[in-house]
């Protein structure tokens, strides 16, 4: 006897609209009161000026909808287009999704920029940190067909973190226009779903294929299934989950059953006859092996998808000190953090969060955890784990474990107490509260570390992403240099890595910017810019400050040579440090500084030259 499965028609609440125009409108999204879980998914349904046509729109942020799925809605594109901008002028455009339940999704959006010589990033209005960003170069003499891919020539292409509500997509020219492409010099960026680029686009003529929506995760409330009496919400045969986007939950429908969760009937499965019996039986000894297995296969899961075998292929090719870190459990970490509680927040990137923890000996511990389970992701998180392993220097960030058998990787290293560097110098409407003793010493321990990570270590390493921000201070402004998840092993035998361009604007050697080959001056160049920044407690890039100021490394030169550098130092330095000393840490800037790497010192050399200053 065959079983046949009834499903529910209907996923909307009975007597309400079912959709608007083309877009079915399931529960608990609904049109008109009571239709509707809560005000975040209320949707109006209004006719196009346009068109004649009805369109759905979300009444919190007044987005047009496009579709609705029981696990996203995608909504009308996001976007910012510019023209003509000149070298370092911005184009910045804001959304907001705070008011409703949704986050931006990671897995169906990406940043894009089409154009030429153009900065494109987007951030976090919440953090103010620049979570994800890409550069689209051009060259004169050369059409750039991107022939269906989106590498960096014409247009880039990144992936964005998951889990933000307000953020702002921000374009940077770069470059001011030449005749070239002065007639139709256009730009456009944008978070969109599924982009196919058209194979004979001309980059600086714009962009005429793409999708017209972006994807949106949603979940109900706030709170986990653990908190809340979620039968209250899911209907019959259903179970929570909770969300694997950030806060909330889900409904799913039971094992054998489908439809809609969130309706009392919505989840439906009818058979018959001896196909009951064993259905029934099939199902019971199915769920009782997985219940019994649950555990193991949910690590060996994880352990896998966030880059277990990759370890163990790094600790066997080589990195074998990643043995001697310890392992951590799962409910040990969630102990320290208080189940990763956002008061234990330190701070957030653009790969992941970090919580301040207390291990069961008492030990205060910072816990990086990824905000994305991506795989292309993962291998950061890895390599990261594996450099810091083979380093030993009192002025690096010190690796003490890691745990891979959770839903996302976690690294345990030491806590630096004190914060960034980049929080100290860049303090708002006061004098930064770093003495000029302290700076110069903060240059001699992250020139040191430097020069370790480039000369002194079992394997030459390039840091690749040195900056204030990735400077920890403990309790007496006593240097740590952090955040090795984009850095890279080298061979002795080799002078430079040929990667797509990965940092942060305004820290990136112009040469590495322009070529995609980074080598150990690239990091003497962002040394070079944090030395600036200590001089002067200027950020390196700001749109505060006048066209000719903007960029504080071309600033900063063009005063050295000009003999103006006491005009730029911050008060506090110009106060305290002696003419002698603030005229070597000058001249040593702008070598680091040079646009040709070639003639920019080592971090050897930059010590040697530091270390001097004693005898002054």
Same mark, same amino acid.
């Given at each position: 006897m065959f079983a046949t499965l009834i499903y529910a028609a209907n996923d909307t609440k009975p007597?309400?609209?079912s959709g608007c125009g083309n877009v079915t409108i399931p529960y608990p999204f609904g049109i008109g009161? /009571?239709?509707?879980? %809560?005000?975040?998914?209320?949707i109006t349904c209004t006719k196009s000026f346009i068109t004649n046509f009805l369109q759905p729109f979300l009444v919190a942020s007044n987005l047009k909808v496009?579709?609705?799925t029981l696990d996203q809605v995608y909504v009308q594109l996001w976007g910012a287009r510019t023209c003509f901008l000149n070298s370092g002028e911005t184009s910045s455009i804001g959304y907001n999704l705070k008011g409703g339940p949704f986050t931006l999704s990671s897995t169906n959006n990406k940043l894009t920029t089409v154009g030429c %010589?153009?900065?494109?990033? =987007?951030?976090?209005?919440?953090?103010?940190?620049? &979570? $994800?960003?890409?550069?689209?170069?051009?060259?004169? /003499?050369?059409? !750039?067909?991107?022939? /269906? $891919?989106?590498?960096?020539?014409?247009?880039?292409?990144?992936? @964005?973190?998951?889990?933000?509500?307000?953020?702002? =997509?921000? &374009?940077? +020219? @770069?470059?001011?226009?030449?005749?070239?492409?002065?007639?139709? !010099?256009?730009? @456009? *960026? &944008?978070?969109?779903?599924?982009?196919?680029? %058209?194979?004979? @686009? *001309?980059?600086?003529?714009? =962009?005429?294929?793409? +999708?017209? $929506?972006? /994807?949106?995760?949603?979940?109900i409330g706030n709170k986990t299934c653990n908190n809340i009496n979620w039968r209250e919400t899911?209907?019959?045969? +259903? !179970?929570?989950? %909770?969300?694997? !986007?950030?806060?909330?939950?889900?409904?799913?429908?039971n094992l054998g059953y489908r439809g809609n969760p969130y309706l009392p009937k919505g989840c439906q499965g009818a058979v018959g006859g001896v196909g009951v019996f064993l259905v029934l039986a099939l199902v019971f000894q199915i769920h009782r092996k997985l219940k019994k297995r649950k555990k193991l296969m949910l690590k060996k899961k994880f352990f896998k998808r966030n880059g277990g075998l990759l370890l163990e292929q790094q600790i066997s090719s080589g990195g074998r000190n990643a043995e001697k870190s310890r392992i951590f459990v799962t409910q040990e970490l969630e102990k320290a953090t208080n189940n990763f509680n956002e008061s234990r927040v330190l701070g957030k990137g653009g790969h992941g969060t970090v919580y301040k923890g207390m291990l069961s000996n008492g030990r205060v511990v910072a816990i990086k955890k990824s905000k994305i389970v991506d795989e292309s992701q993962i291998g950061q998180f890895i390599n990261e784990l594996v450099i810091l392993s083979q380093i030993n220097h009192r002025h690096v960030v010190?690796?003490?474990g890691y745990c891979l058998e959770t839903e996302v990787p976690l690294l345990v290293y030491e806590f630096v107490s004190n914060g960034t560097l980049s929080k100290h110098l860049h303090v708002k409407d006061h004098i930064s509260s770093i003495s000029w003793r302290d700076r110069l010493r903060i240059m001699?321990? *992250?020139?040191?570390?430097? $020069?370790?990570?480039?000369?002194?270590?079992?394997?030459?390493i390039f840091h690749r992403d040195i900056k204030s921000s990735n400077i920890l201070l403990d309790e007496n402004y006593r240097a740590k240099v952090s955040d090795f998840g984009i850095s890279r092993s080298v061979s002795y035998e080799q002078t430079h890595l040929t990667t797509l361009v990965q940092g942060t604007f305004g820290y990136l050697d112009p040469g590495y910017f322009h070529s995609g080959q980074f080598t150990e001056k690239s990091d003497v160049y962002s040394f070079g810019i944090v030395v600036v920044e200590l001089l002067t407690g200027q950020k390196p890039v700001s749109v505060t400050r006048s066209e000719e100021e903007a960029n504080l490394a071309m600033h900063y030169i063009s005063s050295v040579k000009e003999d103006r550098v006491f005009e730029v130092l911050e008060t506090r330095v110009a106060n305290e440090a002696r003419k002698e000393e603030i005229q070597v840490v000058a001249r040593l800037a702008k070598k680091c500084l040079k646009l040709v790497g070639k003639k920019r010192p080592t971090m050897k050399e930059v010590v040697t030259q530091l270390e001097n200053l004693r005898e002054l």
């Open positions: 007597g309400c609209q009161d /009571g239709c509707y879980i %809560d005000k975040g998914f209320e496009y579709e609705i %010589d153009m900065y494109a990033y =987007i951030t976090d209005l919440d953090t103010q940190n620049r &979570m $994800s960003g890409c550069v689209s170069l051009c060259q004169e /003499g050369n059409t !750039y067909e991107t022939n /269906g $891919s989106c590498s960096g020539f014409g247009c880039c292409q990144t992936t @964005i973190p998951s889990g933000m509500k307000a953020f702002n =997509i921000t &374009m940077v +020219s @770069i470059n001011t226009p030449n005749k070239f492409w002065s007639i139709a !010099y256009c730009s @456009i *960026v &944008m978070v969109e779903q599924g982009l196919e680029i %058209d194979t004979n @686009i *001309v980059p600086f003529k714009g =962009i005429t294929n793409f +999708s017209k $929506s972006s /994807g949106l995760n949603w979940a899911c209907g019959n045969n +259903s !179970y929570c989950i %909770d969300s694997p !986007y950030g806060q909330g939950f889900r409904c799913n429908c010190r690796l003490l001699k321990e *992250v020139a040191g570390a430097l $020069s370790y990570l480039h000369s002194s270590a079992s394997t030459p």
